[in-house]
């Protein structure tokens, strides 16, 4: 996905919402070539499966229709059908034009260097002074920050069976009062809370109480505990010994 990335997608420092439309369309006719490569490859080496016309048909339609969707989206010799292009355009009264002003306006923000990134490839979030973005696979979905109302939804571990190291990822809920801007869920790192709390103009609500480690100090104290409640108590005998007597 990285190769990806760096041959396909362009610079995202220079061109931020240009690139995504670009990758997005590359992801999602690359991916849509896994299911007649995995025929063939059945097919002709393993002889799993036999070939013919009918099958190659009915495993090619998947990137068939990807790629009628990524030229219809960049028809005409512009972007404007893509549906990151239709998201800007909910965002059009913040900025005079039409689409292409709001994203001019995100990429020179994105351009800067005190904007919050979380994450890379897809599942990224990115948050400038007045914008907040979540680059997913194939959706990339944007709001404007004095629209949006922000909740924590909840939070997951994972442990790195590697290191046997947990992490705490939250899922905060992103809703906008602009009926055309859907609701989106952004997910970050417990520890890099705090760095999105500060980019953000508004407060993140925590209505349903969510307990998380902000800190590595605070992770500390609870894996410290929990290992000491997994050792459990061991009584021991303790000795006195008394000068006077020597007993």
Same mark, same amino acid.
């Given at each position: 996905?990285?190769?990806?990335?760096?041959?396909?997608?362009?610079?995202?420092?220079?061109?931020?919402?240009?690139?995504?439309?670009?990758?997005?369309?590359?992801?999602?006719?690359?991916?849509?070539?896994?299911?007649?490569?995995?025929?063939?490859?059945?097919?002709?080496?393993?002889?799993?499966?036999?070939?013919? =016309?009918?099958? =190659?048909?009915?495993?090619?339609?998947? %990137?068939?229709?990807?790629?009628?969707?990524?030229?219809?989206?960049?028809?005409?010799?512009? &972007?404007?059908?893509?549906?990151?292009?239709?998201?800007? !355009?909910?965002?059009?009264?913040?900025?005079?034009?039409? &689409?292409?002003?709001?994203?001019? !306006?995100? !990429?020179?923000?994105?351009?800067?260097?005190?904007?919050?990134?979380?994450?890379?490839?897809?599942?990224?979030?990115?948050?400038?002074?007045? &914008?907040?973005?979540?680059?997913?696979?194939?959706?990339?979905?944007?709001?404007?920050?004095?629209?949006?109302? =922000?909740?924590?939804?909840?939070?997951?571990?994972?442990?790195?069976?590697?290191?046997?190291?947990?992490?705490?990822?939250?899922?905060?809920?992103?809703?906008?009062?602009?009926?055309?801007?859907?609701?989106?869920?952004?997910?970050?790192?417990?520890?890099? #809370?705090?760095?999105?709390?500060?980019?953000?103009?508004?407060?993140? %609500?925590?209505?349903?109480?969510?307990?998380?480690?902000?800190?590595?100090?605070?992770?500390?104290?609870? !894996?410290?505990?929990?290992?000491?409640?997994?050792?459990?108590? #061991?009584?021991?005998?303790?000795?006195?010994?008394?000068?006077?007597?020597?007993?």
């Amino acid at each position: 996905s990285s190769g990806i990335n760096a041959e396909y997608g362009g610079d995202e420092a220079t061109h931020f919402t240009e690139y995504h439309m670009r990758l997005t369309s590359v992801r999602l006719v690359v991916h849509s070539c896994l299911v007649p490569l995995y025929y063939l490859h059945a097919a002709v080496l393993f002889e799993v499966i036999s070939l013919n =016309m009918y099958h =190659m048909i009915l495993t090619s339609t998947p %990137l068939i229709v990807a790629g009628i969707v990524a030229l219809y989206w960049r028809s005409g010799g512009t &972007w404007k059908h893509h549906p990151l292009a239709t998201t800007l !355009a909910a965002h059009v009264s913040h900025h005079p034009g039409q &689409w292409e002003g709001v994203s001019d !306006a995100l !990429a020179t923000e994105f351009r800067r260097v005190d904007k919050f990134v979380h994450g890379n490839t897809w599942g990224k979030v990115v948050v400038t002074d007045n &914008w907040i973005v979540r680059c997913g696979l194939y959706v990339v979905s944007v709001a404007y920050q004095p629209d949006v109302h =922000m909740s924590i939804q909840s939070t997951r571990e994972h442990c790195d069976p590697t290191t046997r190291l947990t992490t705490q990822f939250i899922s905060i809920k992103v809703s906008s009062i602009n009926p055309a801007c859907k609701d989106f869920i952004i997910r970050l790192n417990a520890t890099d #809370y705090n760095d999105l709390c500060y980019k953000v103009s508004g407060p993140i %609500l925590n209505v349903r109480n969510v307990v998380f480690q902000q800190t590595l100090t605070e992770r500390f104290e609870v !894996a410290f505990t929990e290992e000491v409640r997994r050792n459990g108590v #061991y009584a021991s005998e303790c000795i006195l010994y008394n000068i006077n007597t020597g007993k």
